[in-house]
Structure formats: structure tokens, C-alpha cells
């Protein structure tokens, strides 16, 4: 596996990475915990050292199932957790901005003993918290950076004016943003921050929460529990309009002699070095899969003419409902 560094922070981590989420919530019941180390440990024996999770996902129980599974293989990878949800007694429930300094300290103590170790590679602020001035959350995480129990800060889905005020008290390491073929609003502004900064991107649902693997269309329909069933973009209305981008992934993949899924992140790599993608498994079949995109060299010219076809398809569909895509900062 080829190796990135976030931006100018030093933190080295596999091009590909593995997103967590899913093994433990938003895509059907939980996966069984003895199904899911194997994935994950297997992750780590193919050359995956970089894995995401936070308390919410769960809640609790993703970072209990990394902490368990990569324990034996602790020095070898890089981890990454977030704070800033005030999490309620009943997990149906959507849980609340928090991120007061003495919450992410709380939080913090508690993810280090969920993930068994005794520093937080990388710690996110999951979204931003309008209450809290953000020149104070930097201000806790880099207390904690100081006491070694956090190596990296990182901030999720944050505007650039957000970005360029928290780097200034306390050197931000990656953006976490959704960024994928499908999703790209945050190229006017945030890339260039990002690059002006020395700031990694970490883009989640690279793969479009599974649509640009080529598997769905109008006919699909989503179990209990899986939440795709109530976005936009997953509509049968909009599944059905935005074939058309599967279709063109489909014909560079055959093209290439590879699959939609693996063009969908090799365009994402080859956008900037500093830039990794960590989609979501729970089979080791698709985990190889995603690993391979990491070989597919895209030239310039390769991403010139999928931007130029692209360009020309209209994505349907929000990708949030309006009430969480209040919860991002653009």
C-alpha cells in the first residue's frame, strides 16, 4: 500500500484508509463484533494503517470494537476519533452540539479507554458547534496535544473561515468533508484553503455511500435501520436519474479493466496528494477491491475527460435531509 501524508503535519498514513462507521450503525442492524475483527485486522495485514471512528457511531461501540481488534497491531496504525456530540440516554434519539472544553476533555478520556491505548492519533471535531467559539475548542485539543493523550487535531465539515481560525491557534492536520465525484461543493473554496494551509482532506463516502460502486438503481430498496432510506439522493427518482454517472464510471472501468468503484476513488486520489479517501466495509472482498484503486495511476488527461463528461450530468437529490445538512458549515 502507498503511503500519504496529511498535508504539513508529518502524519503518515496508507492511501487508502478504512471509514468504521458502518460496521456498527447507519447501514442496517450491527455487524456481529467476531465478523468484523477479521475485517479489520485483515485491513491492517493488507496494508490499510489508517482506521476512522468516533464515540456517536453507535454510540460507543465502534471505538470499543477498534480498540479491541487493533490492540495486538497498536504501534502500526494511526487512529482517528471525534468528539462534539452531547450524546442522550436513548441513542434513537440525534444527539446534540457539545463542544465545550471540558466536554472534549471528558470525551477524550473516555475514547482512550474505549480504544485501549494511551494517545488519540488523530482527534476531530465532528461538526462545529455554534455555541463555542472555535478559538476554544483548538485551545482544549491543543492542551491535550500537550499532555501526549492527542497527536493531530481535525475538524469535520468546517467552512474555510472556521479552518483559518482554528489552524491559528492550534495547526490543523486534516479536514474531514464529504468529497466524492458526486459531491463536490467543497472545491471553490475549502480544496484551496486546504492547500494554502498544509492541510490533509479525509474525505468520507467517497463512494457516494455505496452508489458509485454500480450496485443500485431504481429498484433498490433499503432494510430497517439502514439510513440512506431517508436521503434525497437515494430516492427511487433520484437512483433512476443518476445512472447516468455509473454509467460513465462504468465505461472508463472497462476501459481500464477495473470497476466503477475504483475509478470513483482513483479520481479522488489523483485530485491531490494530500488527499485520503476512507470508504466503508464490512467484507474483506470489497476491502481489496477499494485497496487496488491505490495502483490506478489517473493522468491528467484521465481526469480532464471523466471532469469534462461529468460536467455534463445533473446529480439529483440533496445529500442530506435538511435538518442534518443544517449541521454543516460551508
Not at 472555535?134 to 493531530?152: C, P, Q, S, T, W
Not at 487535531?153 to 458526486?182: M, N
Amino acid at each position: 500500500m502507498q503511503k500519504r501524508t496529511l498535508g504539513k503535519s508529518g502524519l503518515e498514513v496508507s492511501a487508502i484508509g478504512l471509514g468504521c462507521m458502518g460496521m456498527s450503525q447507519s447501514y442496517g442492524p450491527p455487524k456481529d463484533k467476531a465478523e468484523m475483527i477479521p475485517v479489520l485486522r485483515g485491513a491492517v495485514e493488507r496494508g490499510v494503517t489508517f482506521f476512522d471512528t468516533a464515540e456517536v457511531y453507535g454510540p460507543f461501540v465502534n471505538e470499543e470494537l477498534l480498540g479491541e481488534a487493533l490492540a495486538p497491531v497498536r504501534d502500526k496504525v494511526v487512529i482517528a476519533t471525534k468528539f462534539g456530540f452531547a450524546i442522550g440516554a436513548d441513542p434513537r434519539t440525534a444527539p446534540a452540539l457539545n463542544s465545550r472544553p471540558e466536554h472534549i476533555r471528558e470525551v477524550a478520556e473516555a475514547s482512550l479507554k474505549r480504544l485501549k491505548t494511551d494517545h488519540i492519533d488523530l482527534f476531530y471535531q465532528h461538526r462545529v458547534d455554534p455555541a463555542v467559539p472555535i478559538e476554544d475548542v483548538a485551545g482544549a485539543v491543543g492542551e491535550l496535544i500537550k499532555a501526549g493523550k492527542v497527536k493531530h487535531f481535525g475538524l469535520s465539515e468546517a467552512g474555510a473561515k472556521t479552518i483559518r481560525r482554528a489552524h491559528a491557534v492550534t495547526p490543523v492536520t486534516a479536514l474531514q468533508s464529504e468529497y466524492s465525484i458526486w459531491w463536490r461543493n467543497i472545491e471553490a473554496e475549502i480544496l484551496p484553503t486546504l492547500e494554502e494551509l498544509g492541510i490533509g482532506l479525509v474525505p468520507y463516502s467517497p463512494l457516494g455511500r455505496g452508489f458509485l460502486t454500480g450496485k443500485m438503481d431504481a429498484s433498490t430498496t433499503f432494510g430497517a435501520g439502514d439510513f440512506r432510506s431517508g436521503l434525497p439522493r437515494f430516492s427511487p427518482e433520484a437512483l433512476k436519474k443518476n445512472q447516468a454517472l455509473i454509467e460513465l464510471l462504468a465505461k472508463i472501468a472497462t476501459d481500464m479493466g477495473a470497476t466503477p468503484a475504483q475509478i470513483a476513488l482513483a479520481w479522488l486520489l489523483a485530485q491531490k496528494p494530500w488527499i485520503v479517501p476512507i470508504p466503508g466495509t464490512t467484507k474483506l472482498a470489497r476491502l481489496e477491491e477499494n485497496i487496488a484503486a491505490a495502483s490506478i495511476n489517473l493522468t491528467a488527461a484521465d481526469v480532464h475527460k471523466i471532469d469534462d463528461a461529468a460536467s455534463a450530468i445533473e446529480i439529483e437529490g440533496g445529500r442530506y435531509p435538511e435538518r442534518l445538512e443544517s449541521m454543516t458549515e460551508r
